[in-house]
């Protein structure tokens, strides 16, 4: 299989706009990005999908490979059209604003296509349990919830499940934005017109569950920073000051 990684990237953005060019260290949050995925070594090729010129010079000015697409309301519809003419089995989506994803999880997205024998898995992604009620209840926060197989039910920014039963533990898990799809799954995609369900949540991975499509989710520890508001910004420079001692 040939595996590709595509991070898309727009300059503005609704809550932090121009957050992909603040500098993290002595490099741009979406170089940083970039070059962690490119160092992982777990694709055929690493590519930044954008409509920002800005954003596209800054990849290619640092030696990257970028794709300059039109105007998306998704990430998932920048990827389909940059990968559209690109050789690929499977796409990775990585989110620009995610800076520290580390080599396992990624690892982990890659192998559901290894152990998919039958090709019914439409794509793959990541979910972290929560244990802090301000995060639990925090709508920028997707929670998940699945099957007994692990296959996605439903995606909400409110709080599910909701703990009727008080005599049973409750778990919450956030979902991460970083999704493995098979090319031909994320063409469909892309062709399918935004849900009712898609626009109230403005939550993309909605599109594929209202069209009968299988979304793996992977538990993951891993605790990135997702630069969202100017505050996880300054987490983020935290995590690299420490990273640098």
Do not use: W
């Not at 940083?32 to 992982?40: A, C, F, G, P, S």
């Not at 580390?102 to 979910?127: G, M, N, R």
């Amino acid at each position: 299989m040939k595996i590709i990684a595509v991070i898309p990237a727009r300059y503005e953005a609704s809550r932090f706009p121009g957050k992909l060019m603040q500098l993290l260290g002595d490099k741009t949050v979406i170089a940083t990005t970039y070059q962690n995925v490119v160092e992982t070594r777990l694709f055929d090729e690493v590519f930044v999908a954008t409509d920002s010129e800005i954003i596209f010079n800054e990849i290619v000015g640092i030696g990257g490979k970028a794709v300059m697409t039109g105007h998306h309301e998704t990430g998932s519809d920048r990827i389909a059209e940059a990968v559209h003419q690109i050789d690929c089995d499977i796409v990775i989506n990585v989110q620009g604003d995610e800076p520290f994803l580390k080599t396992e999880p990624l690892q982990q997205l890659i192998q559901v296509f290894y152990h998919d024998d039958k090709k019914e898995i439409s794509l793959a992604s990541l979910k972290i349990k929560l244990h802090e009620k301000d995060d639990i209840e925090n709508p920028n926060n997707v929670k998940v919830i699945t099957d007994l197989q692990g296959f996605a039910l439903y995606f909400s920014r409110s709080v599910i499940p909701y703990h009727r039963e008080k005599s049973i533990d409750e778990e919450y898990f956030k979902h991460i934005g970083v999704y493995a799809f098979r090319k031909e799954a994320l063409l469909k995609f892309s062709k399918l017109e935004m849900t009712p369900l898609e626009k109230l949540e403005k939550i993309e991975c909605i599109r594929y569950l209202e069209n009968g499509m299988k979304i793996k989710m992977i538990e993951t520890d891993f605790i990135g920073v997702g630069i969202d508001v100017p505050e996880d910004l300054d987490k983020a420079r935290e995590i690299l000051n420490r990273q640098n001692r």
